[in-house]
């Protein structure tokens, strides 16, 4: 499993799986998650900075999306299933405020 | 130099801002947009969330649609609403039939006591939800860390 990205990312899933199979896939990126309504001492809010887009993608075909608001919790977990179809790599990219963008890739191989 | 009469309205204006918060009528609203009006009934959808939460700053959500997931019946959307945090959005996810199942874990932040509803789309066009009442004790991003 290889990691590039700007931010601390962690996918979990299995390695290998039968044709077929449902894997589930457990993703989380280091983020503080600024919700834009915490007041800061000197007074006035602190500005929003937030992950807003997860996107997981399976040989280059989106499979899984998800946009997200300030409810979510710091440093964002996302876990969801995808079919294992065939072995490959699954690719996956977070972007938000600031220009803030992550990514990370996994292989599986489907036996 | 500040006037009396534009320091109030500035300080109005911070009330109104720290005042603002979702509530159960823009939670519906925020429904609407998502659902165009169309019915959203119960049932097929399964929220996971404790009844009983100490800390609201992340609080384990989980959602599980009944559907088998093909081409022909799948479905499209999970989107999950809240009626208490300053927005009544909390997390819209779109998948298809190769997700395999239609589920969902993430952790969420909830600001009070409140009611938190899950919606599923399905590929036929209808929507189904889920509601679950919780009781926050210590609510999330009231005060600076």
């Known amino acids: 499993m290889s990691t590039v990205s700007t931010a601390r990312t962690i996918v979990r899933m299995p390695a290998t ?45 989106e499979v899984f999306r998800a946009e997200l608001h300030p409810a979510i919790a710091a440093n964002p977990l996302v876990s969801f299933t995808v079919v294992a179809a065939e072995s490959g790599s699954l690719e ?10 992550a990514s990370a890739s996994a292989s599986l191989v489907v036996t | ?4 009469r534009q320091f109030l309205v ?19 609203e925020a429904m609407r947009q998502v659902t165009g009006g169309a019915p ?24 599980t649609v009944e559907s088998p997931m093909t081409p022909a019946d799948h479905v499209k959307a999970i989107h999950v609403f ?20 239609a589920q969902l874990h993430t952790r969420v932040r909830l600001a009070d006591s409140q009611t ?19 009781t926050v004790t210590l609510a999330a991003c009231a005060e600076e860390s």
């Open chain 2, 1 to 4: 130099m500040t006037t009396r």
């Open chain 2, 116 to 134: 938190v509803t899950a919606i599923a789309q399905l590929s036929d066009g209808s929507f189904w939800s889920d509601s679950v009442q919780v």
């Open chain 1, 17 to 61: 799986a039968k044709r077929g199979e449902v894997i589930e896939i457990r993703t989380l990126v280091g983020h503080v998650m600024e919700t834009g309504f915490r007041r800061a001492a000197a007074g006035g809010l602190v500005p929003r900075d937030i992950v807003r887009n997860f996107v997981c993608s399976y040989n280059g075909a």
């Open chain 2, 40 to 63: 959203v009934r119960q049932g097929r959808v399964k929220l996971d969330l404790p009844v009983l939460i100490d800390n609201g700053n992340a609080v384990a959500l989980g959602v």
């Open chain 2, 10 to 28: 500035a300080a109005a204006g911070i009330g109104l801002a720290s005042g603002a918060r979702a509530t159960p009528e823009s939670m519906r």
């Open chain 1, 92 to 101: 996956f990219r977070w972007s938000g405020d600031n220009g803030f963008a």
């Open chain 2, 82 to 101: 809240n009626e208490r945090n300053p927005l009544p959005g909390v997390i819209s996810v779109f998948l298809g039939p190769r997700a395999g199942r």
